[in-house]
Every structure is written in C-alpha cells, then in structure tokens.
C-alpha cells in the first residue's frame, strides 16, 4: 500500500476507530452474542466484589479518588490487605470497560446494522463511567450508606442493560409478537416492578445493617434494620406469590415452552435466593453468605428480565437461518428451533390485540 493511500486510512482510523474497524469486519451474530454475554457476566463480577469490598471492611482500602492514596495512584505494601483489595476492585473496572468495550464494536460492526441494540451497548459504557464517578464520591463521603447504595443501583443499571443487550442479541428486530394473553402480560410487568422494589429494599437492609464496608466508625442509614428486614421478605413473598400466579396461567392455557421455562428458573433462583436470605438472616449475617445473597440478587434480577422478554419473540437476528449458529450453544427462547407446531389459546381478556377466543400458532422444541 502506497504512503498515499495510508494516510488517509490512518486519519481514518484515528478519527472514528469503531467505524473504521465496522467498515472491514463483520462479526457472526453468535460473536455478537459472545460479545454481549462477557459484558454481562463482568457487570455480574463488578457487583459480586464490590460486595466483598464492604464485607471485608476494604471500603476506605485506598481512601481517596481517583488516587489510592493522597501520594500514590495504587496500593502500597503500607495499606495492608485492605488496600490490595479495594484497589483490585478499581482495577476490575477495566476489565469490565473492556468487555462492555468488545460489546460496543461487535454490534456496531454487525450488518445489517442494528442500531437499537448498539445503543443498547453504548449506555453501557456510559453507566460503567457514571459509576466510576458515584465510586469515587462513595469513597470521598467516607462511605455514606446513601451514596453505597446509588453506587449498587447505578451497577444494578449495568446489569439490566447488559442483560437487554445479550437478550437482544439473540433476537431479531421484527415487531414483537406476543406469546401470551394480556392477563399474564400485566402480571408479569407487575411482578418485574415488584422485583426491582425487592433489590431496592436490600439497600436499605445493608445500609442499616452491621456491614458498613470499613473497620472504622460509619454512619448508617437512620432506620431501624429489623423493619427493614421485615419490608424486604415481605416483597419477596409478593414476587413468589406473583411468580406461582404466572406459573398457574401459562400451564393453565397450554401456553408456549420458552416463557415455562423462563418462569421455572425465575421461581428456582427466587426460591434459592430466600432460603440464603432467611439462613443468613438466622445466623447473624455472616460474610460468605451475605456475599453470596448479593450475587443471588444480581441472578434473580437476570432472571426476571428473561421472564419479561419472553412473553414475546421476535425471529432470528438479521443475516442467519441456522438456529445453532445464531445460539452458539447459549439456548434462547425466541430463536429455538420450530420442530413442532401447537395450537395455544392466548390467555386474558379481550385487548386490542387479543380477542376473547383467539388462539395463535406457536412452535416448540420437541
């Protein structure tokens, strides 16, 4: 290649790199989706240590930002154990801003291209940055029960985002085609909404609890725990009871497999995630447990997304025919194989959309 026609290409690439690198790669849609699973599963393990961060009093590690400390950038042998960890953590988010990074350019480089989920993609890497931000006010604050708990949600953002992200990968971009009735479509938004009060509340819980994230003295939040306690299993009690409702419905009108499924594992995770609640609530909070109920939070929330999204489908992801391809192994339920057809009413009321005795053709996997 001539110095004439390098040039050029390297302004290029400088200027706008991702499209510099979409012009001349195109991903396989299972890549894409590959993609999108490694900036979930980093949003999963950014939570899961954070978490191991305030359980092992490593809050205040490295006590300021973006410095560790107010004449170094990183942990120092001085700062102990403490330090390593809570500057471990800092450092995973780079790990994490590179995969939501891999994420970012396989949907943008994907074609046809689909812009609803490179945006998808693009938020992430906004609410990576914004955390980082509400981090280092956590740490500025001295660890205020407030701002640990925005630091939760914000990361709670991330991972529904992720989630969307790799869900949607594995779909298509036609219009959304229900797969239940209008009933089981409310109940189930309802019980997402529920849902997310039930993660709300465990901040609550830890930001009046004993695990303040430092050995020193912190303050917390000005509720009483025990009320705070009580609040968040009465909100999961609402979710499982939820959950069988929908349950009950979809076997009841011989609804399709894949929302089945997806309400089974919601109900298995849920139920896991109450019987470490309930142990570790019995035996005085222990650390392992404490950080196992958060990673159980972040799966429940993972769960209950699958759920919602799917009550519809929306074929295969643009460009593939082979379900295998387009799965990589990763089953999802709006592109499984149509092996079989079966005759499901639709339940609920009449709707626009749904008349009192329609029935819909939906396919199976045998």
Not at 55 to 68: F, R
Not at 268 to 278: P, R
Not at 284 to 298: I, M, W, Y
């Given at each position: 290649m001539s110095a004439v026609h390098l040039v050029p290409n390297l302004f290029e690439l400088v200027r706008n790199p991702i499209a510099y690198i979409s012009k001349r790669w195109t991903p396989a849609p299972a890549t894409v989706r590959r993609a999108a699973l490694s900036a979930l599963v980093m949003s999963v393990v950014i939570i899961v240590t954070?978490?191991?961060?305030?359980?092992?009093?490593?809050?205040?590690?490295?006590?300021?930002?973006?410095?560790?400390s107010s004449d170094s950038l990183y942990a120092t042998a001085e700062m102990g154990v403490h330090g390593a960890i809570e500057f471990g953590n800092r450092m995973l988010t780079y790990v994490l801003s590179a995969a939501v990074g891999w994420a970012i350019v396989a949907t943008r480089a994907a074609k046809p291209r689909r812009r609803g989920l490179s945006r998808l993609a693009w938020s992430q890497f906004w609410l990576v940055m914004g955390n980082a931000v509400i981090g280092g006010v956590t740490v500025l604050t001295g660890l205020n029960p407030y701002t640990v708990a925005g630091h939760f949600l914000l990361a709670t953002g991330l991972l529904t985002v992720a989630t969307l992200t790799w869900l949607r990968a594995g779909e298509g971009d036609t219009d959304p085609r229900p797969l239940a009735g209008i009933t089981v479509r409310k109940l189930v938004r309802a019980l997402t909404v529920t849902a997310a009060l039930l993660v709300a509340a465990g901040t609550v819980v830890t930001g009046s609890g004993p695990h303040a994230g430092d050995s020193s003295k912190v303050p917390r939040m000005p509720v009483d725990p025990e009320t705070a306690t009580q609040v968040h299993a009465a909100l999961a009690w609402i979710v499982v009871a939820l959950t069988l409702a929908v349950w009950l419905l979809l076997r009841a009108f011989d609804a399709p497999s894949g929302p089945r499924?997806?309400?089974?594992?919601?109900?298995?995770?849920?139920?896991?995630?109450?019987?470490?609640?309930?142990?570790?609530?019995?035996?005085?909070?222990?650390?392992?447990?404490?950080?196992?109920?958060?990673?159980?939070?972040?799966?429940?929330?993972?769960?209950?997304?699958?759920?919602?999204?799917?009550?519809?489908?929306?074929?295969?992801?643009?460009?593939?025919?082979?379900?295998?391809?387009?799965?990589?192994?990763?089953?999802?339920?709006?592109?499984?194989?149509?092996?079989?057809?079966?005759?499901?009413?639709?339940?609920?009321?009449?709707?626009?959309?749904?008349?009192?005795d329609r029935t819909a053709t939906v396919t199976e996997p045998r």
């Open positions: 954070g978490g191991a961060v305030r359980l092992t009093s490593s809050g205040l590690g490295c006590d300021t930002w973006p410095k560790c499924r997806r309400t089974r594992e919601f109900l298995t995770v849920l139920l896991a995630q109450g019987v470490i609640g309930y142990v570790q609530y019995f035996t005085d909070l222990p650390e392992v447990l404490v950080g196992l109920h958060l990673l159980g939070a972040a799966l429940v929330w993972i769960a209950a997304l699958r759920l919602l999204l799917s009550l519809r489908e929306r074929g295969l992801p643009p460009g593939v025919t082979d379900v295998a391809r387009a799965t990589d192994g990763t089953e999802n339920r709006s592109i499984e194989a149509p092996t079989r057809a079966a005759v499901a009413r639709i339940p609920g009321p009449a709707a626009a959309d749904d008349e009192p």
